[in-house]
């Protein structure tokens, strides 16, 4: 790496951290003069407080972060015209978009790791803050579910669940009052089974103190239990075969679809194949990876517009910036209202604002030069 791409790397670099905690700090801080009375009233340690806070953080940081850049990289510019360093690197003989390289692999770099977050700890995050905000952001309490129905829509099993505790709560998934029914295809009942308690133990669901499995003919009708679902082991757990539904099936089901990973939105979806909402859905997936790269066409905008600050009022090339900043968020909200509406394809409509927008700066960025 040579040294100026170090310097400008630095220059770069310095900003935008400055801006991104600025801007973090602000929305934690309007944030904390709503929730300050709930924290105390909890006694919630500090150390949650500030794990609350950077797990919120994630649900901002598509526009946190991109506006960082934004500002940094029109700063720098203006920085290094003002100075003449942009005058004097052009002047050595290095080109303008070799000049342009550090600020686009920081875009680049921004945009990558974005989507690494949105793919592994963001949605993990986000549903812990949720929990702990519902809970009064009292600790303890545990995250089962009340009173809910699983249906498992391929094989035509009906999960009745008195209680649902996931195993991220505790070491082992559990069910109480369980009603479990399997239903043919015309819609009568095969087989009807009521349990106190069900585990999920080895990869094989088990029931505790099975009350009742009642069979039934074609006109709905009970007949005598000739049945060999259950098996049993020596400490009197009864196990049922032929089950394909794993609590990972059910979590998914059960979490709000924004706080899925990418592997289990694919996994719902596949459970779901006839969902009316599926453009939507598969929208979502793809702007999982396409807005992410805002992070790159905001800094392709800064560029020409940054290095233009010492010719034009400064003023008038922020506010340049900002106006493209805010008309790609609202392609990008346009393109999400027109794939729902079912008007453009999911793939397209989450690029769009990327394409149309990266073809303007490049355009911008040719004629700078």
């Known amino acids: 790496m040579k040294i100026i791409d170090k310097h400008l790397l630095k220059e770069h670099l310095t900003p935008v951290f400055y801006c991104l905690f600025g801007f973090s700090m602000l929305s934690i801080i309007i944030d904390l003069l709503s929730n300050l009375s709930s924290f105390l009233q ?67 770099f921004f945009s990558l790791l974005l989507i690494l977050l949105k793919l592994t700890i963001i949605p993990g995050g986000l549903q812990w803050a949720d929990n702990l905000k519902q809970h009064d952001f009292i600790l303890g309490k545990d995250d089962a579910y009340q009173n809910i129905t699983y249906y498992n829509e391929k094989d035509i099993r009906i999960w009745q669940m008195g209680s649902y505790l996931p195993k991220s709560s505790t070491n082992q998934t559990t069910i109480t009052n369980l009603q479990l029914s399997k239903e043919r295809a015309d819609g009568t009942r095969e087989w009807v089974m009521s349990t106190e308690k069900a585990l999920f133990l080895d990869g094989e669901w088990w029931f505790l103190e099975v009350d009742k499995l009642i069979n039934y003919d074609e006109n709905d009708n009970p007949v005598e239990n000739k049945s060999n679902l259950f098996s049993a082991d020596q400490s009197h757990l009864m196990r049922l075969k032929g089950l394909t539904e794993t609590p990972f099936d059910m979590d998914i089901e059960l979490k709000p679809w924004d706080y899925l990973t990418l592997k289990e939105r694919t996994r719902y979806l596949k459970n779901h194949p006839g969902l009316t909402e599926m453009n939507a859905k598969k929208y979502d997936i793809y702007d999982t990876f396409s807005f992410p790269f805002s992070c790159l066409i905001v800094i392709l905008f800064a560029i020409p517009t940054g290095a233009k600050t010492a010719r034009t009022n400064p003023l008038s090339t922020i506010f340049i910036a900002i106006l493209a900043f805010f008309g790609y968020y609202t392609l990008y909200v346009l393109s999400e209202y027109l794939c729902k509406r079912g008007i453009l394809p999911p793939l397209l409509a989450a690029w769009l604002a990327n394409l149309v927008f990266l073809t303007i700066g490049g355009y911008m960025t040719v004629k700078m030069h």
């Open 42 to 108: 909890a006694q919630l340690p500090t150390i949650y407080i500030a794990r609350y806070y950077l797990c919120t953080l994630g649900e901002m940081v598509d526009f946190l972060l991109p506006a960082s850049l934004l500002f940094a990289t029109l700063y720098v510019l203006w920085h290094l015209t003002n100075s003449n360093e942009l005058m004097a690197i052009r002047s050595s003989g290095i080109s303008f978009y070799r000049m342009m390289l550090p600020f686009m692999l920081t875009g680049l």
